[in-house]
């Protein structure tokens, strides 16, 4: 009994001090491994940034758009093209590539062989307004024309909103303590998406010019509607007269032989349904 004893007691001491052993072998293994720096493996390429592309620009790189818009774009006038930045603030944070003459191929952003390339379009950054801001500010007259012989007004985009942007926004204009000739006044990063100026009343024989000749004014039939999206900040009647729901303000809203000519007489169908609009 007392040789069983023993022999367990044994084989017990002999467990433990394996695995001490085996401990004090993992800590020298940690320890002699702590001080030394991680190799990256050849597939790793988490430590390394991709090369920059020099032969184009974009705003929406993170050193481009931590920089006010002044900075590349001075407006010294009330042109509505707006002018290439020039070298100085290109160069003055890209001197390597400047340095290295016609090799770059920074170069090739703004200029041809021969000549300076022209201003590019409007791509990477979208208009953003605020009807209800402008409302108390001024008239729909001073943005939206008369166009299509008077049938639309005109929506300004392209040069054409410069133009008509600039007659408030001066390149030294201040409001509030800010700046509001100033890009970013306007133009944050996103896709450009155009408002367009056909609208379903047009198919229906309507006219702006028309109703205004009637003394009726943009109120009568438009409401502001302060910080909607974009698309939906002005109200506009349905375009229908004989199916509109009563709770809707529609063409029948006037056109009910009281304020204006009703849809009672069917003489008066052609003064609104003519050649391809006389449809249902």
Sequence with gaps: MRDRDEQRNSSHVRSISTCASLFVFS?????????????????????????????????????????PCLVCHVRNSNSPTPKMPGHIPCASCHSAEFAKGNSSPICVICHTPTDVKRFPPLRSFNAVFDHGRHARQTNCATCHKPANRGVALSIPARASGHTTCFQCHQPQTIVGDKNIGSCSTCHK??????????????????????????????????????????????????????????????????????????????????????????KF
């Design 27 to 67: 800590l020298v293994l940690v320890l002699s491994y702590a001080g030394e720096p991680a190799v990256a493996s050849e597939n790793d390429d988490t430590t390394s940034e991709p090369p920059q592309d020099f032969s184009r620009f974009r705003h929406d790189t993170q050193q481009h758009t931590r920089m």
């Design 189 to 278: 990063p996103g896709t450009v998406s155009r408002t367009s100026e056909s609208a379903r009343a047009f198919s229906r024989n309507f006219s702006h010019a028309e109703h205004a000749r009637k003394g009726l004014s943009c109120s009568d039939c438009h409401t502001v509607r302060p910080g909607a999206r974009r698309g939906a900040q002005v109200s506009a009647p349905v375009a229908a007269m004989h199916l509109a729901s009563p709770g809707i303000k529609s063409c029948a809203a006037c056109h009910n032989n009281t304020r204006a000519f009703g849809d009672e007489n069917f003489a008066n169908c052609r003064r609104c349904h003519e050649g391809k609009s006389f």
